[in-house]
C-alpha cells in the first residue's frame, strides 16, 4: 500500500513513532560522546590503596564460575583485597569449582550461604551476607558468570573515587551473546538506556527515577551502602541492583553509570530456554506495574516495531525512522553483539521483548515465578 493512501491516524503513528526513533538515536549518540555523561575508566588506572572487597554471590555456577576466579586473582594494582565467593545453597558443587579454581591462593575465602529468611528473595540475601564479612571500604560485586580484565577494579575504584566521585559506580560490562534468541535480546540492556536516558542529568540528579545500575559488575563505598540501609533495603526487589541504586539516591548518595565494555564480559545465559527463563522471572518488576508495561510496550510497538511495518508498505517517513533505530543499535553494539545483521532485525528484537514482557507478567499473575529453584 503507498504510503498516500495510508489511513490519517495510521500516518501520524508511523509519523511520531519515526521521530522519536530518531530522537532516541541522537540522545544515544550524545551519551556516548560525552565524557561528562558516560563515564571512561582509566586504561592505565593508579595503584588503589584503600583496603577493597571483591565479593561473588554464586548459585549453581559450577559450569562458569571458574574463569570469574581466575579473572579475579589475576586483578592488578590492588594493595589490599580480599575475595570473597558465597556459595549460595549450590547443589552443583560450585563450592569445589571455586576451590580449585583458586589453587590455593590465600586471598580467597568461600563461604557458605544461609537460606534466605521470609521475606528476602535469594539474590539479596546472598549480597549482604558477603557485605556483612567483607572488610573493606570499598565493595566490589561481581556476578559469577562475569569475567574481568586484569585492571578492572582498580579501573572501577578510579572512576568511582575521581574528581566526580560516587557512592555507588556500575561499570556496565560487554554482553556476550550465544544463540539466535540472545543475539536479538541481550543488546537491548545497554541500548534501552542509552536511547531513553540523558545520563549526565541522571547522574546529576538525585531522583531515584533516574538511577541505573546492573548487578553483574558494581563498585560502592561499604559506608554509603549502610547509610541506605545495606541490602536489608532491596530485600524482596526482584531487581535489587536498580533498587540498591535507589535507596542510595533516597539516602542522599550520587551513584553512576561507565563504560565498563573494555573492563569486563558477561555471559548471562547458555540456551535460549534459560534467558527465557531468565527475563520471565524478572522482566515483570522493571515497568512498576501492569498500566506501566502496557504503556512501554506499546510506546515500543510504535517507535520500533510500527515504522519498519509501514515502510514495506512504502512509506519513507516509516523507512527513515527504521533506519535510526538500526543506526541506534550499531552504536549499542559496544556493548555486546554483532554490529551488522543482527541491528537490521531490530523490530524483531523488539518482538521478542514484547513477548517475554508477555510471559513475565502471566507468571507473575498466575505465581508460578521461580529462578534457580526458588520461588520469586
Known amino acids: 500500500m503507498p504510503a498516500a493512501r495510508l489511513p490519517t491516524p495510521l500516518r501520524l503513528l508511523v509519523t511520531s513513532g519515526s521521530l522519536l526513533a530518531a530522537a532516541g538515536t541522537l540522545l544515544q549518540l550524545a551519551n556516548l560522546t560525552d565524557r561528562a555523561a558516560l563515564r571512561r575508566p582509566p586504561a592505565a588506572p593508579p595503584p588503589v590503596t584503600t583496603r577493597v572487597s571483591v565479593l561473588v554471590p554464586a548459585r549453581d555456577e559450577a559450569r ?71 572488610r573493606g571500604e570499598v565493595l566490589v560485586f561481581v556476578d559469577a558468570d562475569v569475567v574481568l580484565a586484569p585492571h578492572a577494579v582498580a579501573a572501577a575504584v578510579a572512576a568511582l ?22 543475539r536479538l535480546v541481550q543488546p537491548l540492556l545497554a541500548w534501552s538506556w542509552l536511547t531513553t536516558v540523558p545520563l549526565r542529568l541522571a547522574e546529576r540528579s538525585g ?22 540501609g545495606g541490602f536489608a533495603a532491596v530485600r524482596d526487589a526482584v531487581l535489587d541492583d536498580l533498587a540498591l541504586a535507589r535507596a542510595l539516591r533516597r539516602a542522599g548518595e550520587r551513584t553512576g553509570v561507565a563504560d565498563g565494555s573494555g573492563l569486563a564480559t558477561c555471559r548471562m545465559y547458555d540456551s535460549g530456554r534459560e534467558l527465557r527463563a531468565g527475563y520471565r522471572k524478572s522482566l515483570w518488576a522493571a515497568f512498576g506495574s501492569p498500566a506501566g508495561a502496557v504503556a512501554v510496550a506499546a510506546a515500543l510497538a510504535v517507535v520500533y516495531v510500527l515504522p519498519p511495518a509501514a515502510a514495506l508498505a512504502g512509506s519513507r517517513t516509516g523507512a527513515a525512522g527504521y533506519a535510526a533505530a538500526v543506526a541506534g543499535r550499531v552504536l549499542a553494539a ?37 529462578w534457580k529453584g526458588r520461588a520469586v
Request: charged fraction near 15%; include cysteine; proline fraction near 10%.
Open 64 to 134: 562458569r564460575v571458574a574463569p570469574t576466579v581466575r579473572s579475579l586473582l589475576a586483578q592488578q594494582g590492588l594493595g589490599d583485597a580480599e575475595f570473597l565467593v558465597l556459595d549460595d545453597g549450590s547443589t552443583d558443587g560450585t563450592a569445589d569449582v571455586v576451590t580449585d579454581a583458586a589453587a590455593g591462593d590465600p586471598r580467597l575465602r568461600v563461604l557458605a550461604g544461609t537460606p534466605p529468611p521470609p521475606g528476602w528473595l535469594g539474590k539479596p540475601h546472598a549480597c549482604a551476607q558477603l557485605a556483612a564479612a567483607a
Open 161 to 182: 573515587r575521581g574528581p566526580r566521585p560516587l557512592a555507588l559506580l556500575c561499570p556496565w560490562p560487554r554482553q556476550v551473546v550465544i544463540g539466535p534468541l540472545a
Open 207 to 228: 531522583r531515584p527515577s533516574m538511577a541505573l545500575a546492573n548487578g553483574q559488575f558494581l563498585v560502592l563505598g561499604a559506608a554509603a551502602l549502610a547509610r541506605a
Open 334 to 370: 559496544r556493548f555486546g553483539g554483532p554490529r551488522g545483521a543482527d541491528a537490521v532485525a531490530h523490530p524483531l528484537s523488539i518482538v521478542a521483548v514484547l513477548g517475554l514482557l508477555a510471559s513475565s507478567w502471566a507468571g507473575r499473575v498466575r505465581g508460578t515465578l521461580r
